[in-house]
């Protein structure tokens, strides 16, 4: 161990940023309301949008999530990673050391983490999405726009790069990081917009003849398949299906990571109370602005829902972010939401379980559940299991320090074994 690693540590709990723990925990469970449907699901299937044929509850179900969730948690979670970046930033430089070594293995170490969730449990993974976010912006600078994208896409096992484009993001002031990460974010939403309008004024039905037939057969694998088959099935869907659409997500959330990143640099998420005035405003307006793109997606012309998502995402994700906020902020509504700080504290060890026990539940190596329960009873499923999730975290918490994936991370980390439980 080097002498610049030798006197790190993980923080300690009472040093934590307790809105970040508290805003982690609400997004996961947004992930969670969103990500059930790909349990049982073909992800031959993704940018279909809703599933065709469902019962008029689970159709209104449906909508619901979609339009109260998809896309928002996935942004309120990538503001968190940039929040999480800048805050161990800024706890490196006041003690004089450099954090670079440290970040490059707590990355690597989640590169691995994500590859393996992705293969051996669902293929839906993100966290390996954090990694490309910073290396396709880093190595693509004075390239092409769409040459940028293919370099990304190419060396996505150089992981340990991706975080050197973080740090160059250390050098710049707290506006210009919201003010990059904003321009970044919208130039890809309105192509998207653009895409989305061109999509739709082309007819290809032999391909869609084809992804039906592929989605037919990975369904009947999911739903059948022992664990061997269901794996093969789940790193061909991870590598063939989902890997590609990094390319459209790796830059928006450098993007969103920017903006995180701010909140912190400014000083709003480490003091809400001070700064209540500010997310009441902030849950206001992009609440508002949300519930307006939503109005678009429902009502809009056919082609344009994709950017319209894309924007009224990030509204929503900031109008929820700064609720919560402002929420912590009163000491009425603090007290009940800051409930959800264990279950942020160790999010990682929770984001795998959730995919350990929906894997279980529905695939044909556990109950053999994939198809028969709607997203109504989904939606039941996700709250009985998160509920259950803040009760575990809460009692974890009392006898250990970190969640028993982040005690691993930490250990890989810094290079030594972290003490697990209480003194």
């Known amino acids: 161990m080097s002498s610049s690693t030798a006197n790190l540590a ?33 992800w031959q299937e993704l940018g279909e949008g809703m599933q065709a044929g469902t019962a008029a509850l689970d159709h209104a179900v449906d909508w619901l999530v979609y339009l109260a969730a998809r896309g928002k948690f996935w942004v309120l979670f990538s503001l968190l990673f940039g929040m999480g970046f800048a805050a161990m930033s800024e706890r490196f430089a006041a ?9 490059l293995r707590r990355s690597a170490v989640l590169l691995v983490l994500g590859i393996a969730h992705a293969v051996l449990l669902w293929s839906g993974d993100i966290l390996h999405g954090y990694a490309l976010a ?10 092409q726009p769409a040459t940028q994208l293919r370099v990304g896409a190419a060396i996505y096992v150089v992981f340990a790069l991706a975080a ?71 790193a061909s869907d991870f590598f063939g299906v989902l ?18 990143a701010w909140f912190v640099r400014s000083g709003r998420i480490g003091d809400v109370v001070a700064h209540k005035p500010f997310f009441r405003g902030m849950a206001i307006i992009g609440l508002s602005v949300g519930a307006a793109f939503t109005a678009i997606i429902l009502f809009g012309p056919q082609g344009i829902a994709g ?16 609720t919560i906020a402002w ?26 379980l959730q995919s350990l026990v929906a894997s279980t539940i529905f695939y044909g190596y556990g109950l053999g559940q994939w198809g028969r329960i709607g997203r109504g009873g989904q939606v039941l499923l996700v709250l009985a299991i998160f509920a259950a999730q803040v009760l575990l975290s809460r009692w974890w918490l009392s006898r250990h320090r970190f969640g028993p994936v982040e005690w691993l991370w930490r250990w890989a980390t810094y290079g030594r074994r972290p003490a697990m439980r209480h003194p």
């Open 307 to 322: 950017g319209a998502l894309l924007l009224g995402s990030a509204a929503m994700a900031l109008g929820y972010l700064g």
């Open 134 to 143: 910073a290396l396709a912006l880093l190595l693509a600078r004075g390239v």
């Open 10 to 42: 993980p923080i300690a709990a009472k040093d934590r940023i307790v809105a970040l723990d508290v805003i982690r925990g609400f997004a996961l469970f947004g992930i969670f309301l969103v990500n059930i449907e790909w349990f049982t699901r073909p």
């Open 243 to 260: 890997l590609p659409h990094d390319i459209d997500i790796v830059p928006m959330a450098f993007a969103v990571f920017l903006c995180g």
């Open 164 to 234: 050197l484009g973080l740090l160059l993001a250390r050098g710049m002031q707290p506006v210009t990081q919201l003010r990059v990460g904003l321009t970044i974010y919208v130039g890809f939403a309105l192509l998207a917009t653009v895409g989305g309008l061109l999509m739709a004024a082309v007819d290809a039905p032999q391909s869609a003849a084809s992804g039906t037939a592929e989605a037919l057969a990975a369904a009947r694998v999911y739903a059948e398949g022992d664990y061997l088959a269901i794996t093969t099935q789940r």
């Open 95 to 103: 003690s004089g050391r450099d954090f670079r070594a440290v970040y």
């Open 327 to 352: 929420m912590l902020a009163r000491p009425a509504t603090a007290r009940w939401v800051s409930w959800l700080a264990p279950v942020g504290r160790m999010a990682l060890s929770n984001y795998l």
